[in-house]
């Protein structure tokens, strides 16, 4: 699970300064202040690592990647080639790992959490390559090893890591090989040293990370007649939710089973997301059938209220396909995912966006097969009446002010700015923020004045 998060230079971003990431993490903003560019910074970073090529320090997309951020100039802030884009992850792992020296048992560095800071500049053609990342071992918020690789001011590539002293191989005094991707270390380089080989289990342990991050974009596919299932398990629901259906058949016949809390009742998972649907209000009840025996496509029926007939999912309200993909997605990803969500809300009537807030506090607090799950949701919303909910069950003790982390973005004078909301213990929050959602005082006093100013034209009636 992401515990921190820092960007420089990046997109409308000069400086976002710490960010820190809760099991359900809340952005708001206006639109176009530069919200979503955070996530689309952590893609950028989940597409090169999945990428095979090595040499290349960021991969920023193509017509064939989840995201094209165009250029590294693109990319930059105010487009400056000169500036250098720099990021830092942190991370909490899902099992704590000890790197140990080879050459002195007692030189143990264990962690429990990792952070990865990186910083990429344009080299000579305008491409990105990295100058330095470092990783670094926490435990109990104690750093217990630093691991630096980059290149010095001539050039040249140098790996340090401290306390533990690396030892030469005999016969292996080559040079450092140059940084892979903005994360690696070559096994050339590796291969150097005589207790090296543990570190190689630091890039590993991110690709996990990036390989467990999900995402769900603000536009949905419209809901189909029908939807084709083979039989595969699909990694996610898909960045449009295309996948949605499919995933709701895979979860079922794998049998996975899932409970909203610790001791609640376990239910199968096609059931448990068809009774989160009846819960927001969107439907009475939902079904995914095949069209016939033995065939591979399915239909959604659904029946809106308790005495009406089942209709498909075409046939209702636009929002029912919306809110899915992000219900679905929610609980399909794996234990120890990061989901990121843009708009879950959109399309939704105000009391089933507060709904839906209650719905993403259990994924953050379900079980599945007994185990938490675990799963960290990050998501982008307008939604007031979201927040309203976040605050009213942190009063009411079912959600902790430590569990919940919740932001607001504006444009400043040098860049996007971030502020985090501070939310106590009562559910309120102690730095409103000028502009938040909008003047309401604001509003009503330019109501109150336009009434008024009718009044006295209409010859002092006011009219209902």
């Not at 979860?251 to 610790?262: I, P, Q, S, T």
């Not at 809110?323 to 009537?349: C, D, G, K, N, R």
Request: hydrophobic residues 40%; aromatic residues 8%.
């Amino acid at each position: 699970m992401l515990t921190e998060l820092q960007i420089q230079n990046f997109k409308a971003w000069r400086d976002t300064g710490p960010i820190r990431l809760a099991p359900l993490t809340i952005i708001f903003g206006a639109n176009s202040a530069g919200k979503s560019s955070l996530g689309h910074l952590l893609l950028a970073l989940k597409q090169t690592a999945r990428l095979a090529d090595r040499k290349r320090a960021l991969h920023l997309g193509d017509l064939q990647s989840d995201i094209d951020l165009g250029t590294f100039k693109d990319c930059l802030y105010q487009h400056n080639l000169k500036a250098k884009l720099s990021f830092m992850l942190g991370w909490k792992l899902p099992v704590p790992l000890t790197i140990t020296d080879p050459l002195n048992k007692k030189a143990a560095f264990p962690a429990d959490h990792l952070r990865l800071s990186t910083t990429l500049r344009a080299d000579a053609r305008g491409l990105p390559m990295v100058e330095q990342f470092s990783y670094a071992l926490l435990h109990e918020n104690q750093t217990t090893l630093n691991v630096t690789h980059g290149l010095d001011a001539r050039g040249k590539a140098k790996l340090d890591v401290k306390p533990m002293r690396l030892i030469h191989a005999l016969g292996r005094k080559w040079d450092v090989e140059p940084p892979e991707k903005f994360y690696r270390f070559s096994d050339v380089t590796l291969a150097r040293y005589q207790n090296a080989d543990a570190l190689a289990v630091l890039p590993l342990e991110l690709e996990r990370l990036l390989d467990g991050l999900v995402y769900l974009g603000p536009l949905r596919e419209p809901p189909q007649r029908t939807y084709h299932w083979a039989g595969d398990t699909v990694p996610n629901v898909g960045a449009r939710g295309e996948y949605a259906i499919a995933a709701i058949l895979a979860a079922a016949d794998a049998g996975r089973e899932l409970n909203r809390c610790y001791k609640q009742r376990r239910q199968r998972f096609d059931t448990f997301i068809a009774a989160w649907l009846k819960d927001l209000g969107v439907i009475h009840s939902f079904n995914v059938r095949p069209i016939a025996k033995g065939r591979k496509e399915y239909e959604v029926v659904v029946r809106t209220r308790a005495n009406g007939p089942d209709v498909k999912l075409t046939d209702v309200g636009f929002g029912v396909s919306q809110v899915l993909p992000a219900l679905v997605q929610a609980f399909y990803a794996p234990p120890h995912s990061t989901v990121w969500m843009e708009q879950p809300e959109i399309h939704l009537h105000p009391k089933v966006q507060a709904e839906l807030a209650d719905a993403f506090i259990s994924a953050v607090q379900a079980y599945e097969n007994g185990r938490p799950r675990n799963v960290q949701l990050v998501i982008e919303s307008h939604s007031e009446h979201f927040l309203l909910r976040l605050q009213r069950r942190v009063a009411e003790r079912l959600l902790e002010p430590e569990d919940v982390a919740v932001y607001f973005v504006r444009d400043g004078n040098t860049g996007a700015q971030l502020e985090e909301l501070k939310l106590n213990r009562f559910g309120e929050i102690e730095n409103w923020p000028e502009g938040f959602f909008g003047d309401d005082l604001g509003e009503i006093a330019a109501r109150t004045k336009a009434a008024m100013q009718r009044q006295m034209n209409d010859g002092g009636v006011l009219h209902g």
